[in-house]
């Protein structure tokens, strides 16, 4: 009797938190590679957050997983079987192979891994997409300088704890936010971040300021929700937000997050958006561009401007109530002396 | 008799929008400059939307105007008297002088001006801090890519004007907000810009999609409120919101977007954060540093990291349930096969 290939579908979108209904496991046979395909025997199949919104009919920045489709997902196996050079029977292999026990594919995306090097499981962890994850979105976004202090939430798992312990090895302050004692204790012991406040203690926000001092400087967002509610005032100046997760949000149906807030947020992470402050002055290095460039703009006549003058100081109030109201047509100026130039 | 110095003071804190009485002119003996000092008297006293928090008792980016004090700003000025050698009398100069008619300065941070090259005026515009601020906000934040659709509202005012045409010198599409016909006539016609909506359009959100059918790529955000919120749907993945102002919220006492995400924005412009979504798949440049570092990283000892790991298959549901309710404690892993590596 030939084996068969166990795979998990989706039968029905959940509402919230997903439900044992909501999957169905189903046998089929095992499928034969055809020309240029491998047939891989499945190690370890990973299962990370972001699937959550996979499940949901919703545009997101992937395609949600079908009615009756196998749940999507990363991938450690064995190719037992292969007709395309690239693979040999024995390879370990990294790929998007789903939630199923075998899976056909032609090679595209799939990774070789040398099981001497690490154990294959890492491929999904701390030296694959979570582990990268950490690694792009602190150091390219989050970039922490010596001494400054870091925040992380799910600070046990597969991001947070690599995200705390880079932030170490840049010289940062790394503190987390887990749930309970047990996975608090490992990250501060296990994993060297500074402190690690647990979610659930109905005083996050005052714990949470005790533990930053110097406030954040560097808040890389998994979860939303609670704890960044928490976090957003304790924010410095110039501090950074990576958005690469929300996993508190992702089963909201009332959302604990006031609901513009929170949908704001998930745009954010799924439009990839980058809203940042600035005021002029933090660009003075700047300045010298902009008066190479402004003045051709304006001579040559691609930059045009308008004036919007009121005569004497005495205007000066009514000329900004003005402004905050429109009135004014053009950059709004108080017309004082005598003599013009 | 000598002539006085006419200055408009504060004379109360505002609730809401500032009415006269908030304000006070009062008139002094002109001072004499002292060594190292000159005197200036004002021609244009600039009149700018960021001047309504420094109104208020409240920690911004720059300390508030004290009760009393002199409303600060910019102004353009010539100098009638100097015991400086930096100046003589005559020079045109650009400072901080405030709401006043004459003012002594030390001169740091008084720039003069050749009013040969531009109006003097034009020191307060668009070859001032509101160009400078288009000209960073757009290019270093904004970052509009030929053929990208850039949004400005007040779009006819000192700022919006500048950013509308520098989209268009970067071969962006430049759609305007502005407050009635005229302004919105100006813009399109003077200005150049692609379009530009009535912000009292009751239609504005229907309006502005009509406006950008592919979408915003670069919101620059100096008005916030309602625009803010017909604005946000619309923004497509990777688009860039510099954040520079938010006239429409700086007097509100009853908030017109939901309270939270307004106070949210406003936090993002004072403190200056960045908040920027990501997936890790767009840093697949980055792939290569961080095979180079995390594996190290693991090795030296300075990254560690744990597996959270369930049996078969079959346990890819409850694993994942429990995942997004974090019952796992690190990596969550379902391992499949019979062998392991």
């Known amino acids: ?27 089929i046979p095992v499928p034969q590679p055809g020309p240029g395909e491998i047939l891989v025997r499945m ?23 079908q009615i009756g489709g196998v749940m999507g997902g990363g991938a ?44 294959v499981s890492t491929a999904l962890g701390v030296l694959g997409m979570p582990g990268m994850t950490a690694y792009v979105g602190l150091l390219d976004i989050g ?3 010596p001494g400054e202090t870091v925040v992380v939430a799910a600070a046990s798992g597969a991001v947070g704890s690599a995200v705390g312990q880079i932030a170490k090895i840049k010289g940062a302050r790394a503190v987390g936010i887990a749930g309970g004692k047990d996975k608090c204790d490992y990250v501060k012991k296990e994993l060297g971040f500074d402190d690690c406040l647990d979610h659930r203690d109905p005083d996050l926000a005052a714990r949470l300021k005790e533990a930053c001092p110097k406030g954040i400087d560097v808040y890389f967002e998994n ?46 992470l799924t439009k990839r958006l980058t809203i940042r402050g600035f005021i002029v002055s933090d660009f003075a290095a700047r300045h010298a561009d902009f008066l190479r460039d402004m003045p051709q703009w304006v001579r040559e006549g691609k930059v045009k401007h308008r004036e919007f003058v009121t005569e004497g100081l005495d205007s000066a109030p009514g000329a900004f109530m003005g402004l905050l109201k429109g009135a004014n047509f053009g950059k709004q100026l108080v017309r004082v002396g005598p003599d013009t130039a």
């Open 1 to 27: 009797m030939p084996p068969t290939n166990k795979q998990v579908t989706l039968a029905a979108r959940p509402s919230g938190m997903p439900k044992e209904s909501d999957f169905k496991l189903v046998e």
């Open 43 to 65: 190690l370890y199949v990973s299962v990370d957050p972001y699937m959550r919104n996979r499940m949901n009919d919703a545009k997101s920045y992937a395609p949600p997983v």
């Open 76 to 119: 450690v196996g064995k190719v037992i079987a292969s007709e395309n050079s690239q693979f040999a029977a024995g390879d370990f292999v990294e790929g998007l192979f789903g939630w199923q026990e075998y899976a056909i594919s032609n090679g595209k995306g799939v990774r070789k891994l040398d099981p001497a090097l690490a154990p």
């Open 143 to 145: 970039k922490p300088q």
């Open 223 to 268: 979860v939303g929700g609670a704890v960044f509610e928490a976090v957003f005032p304790l924010l410095n100046p110039f501090a950074r937000v990576p958005v690469c997760g929300l996993i508190a949000q992702y089963n909201d149906t009332a959302a604990t997050v006031p609901k513009w807030a929170s949908s704001m947020m998930r745009t954010v």
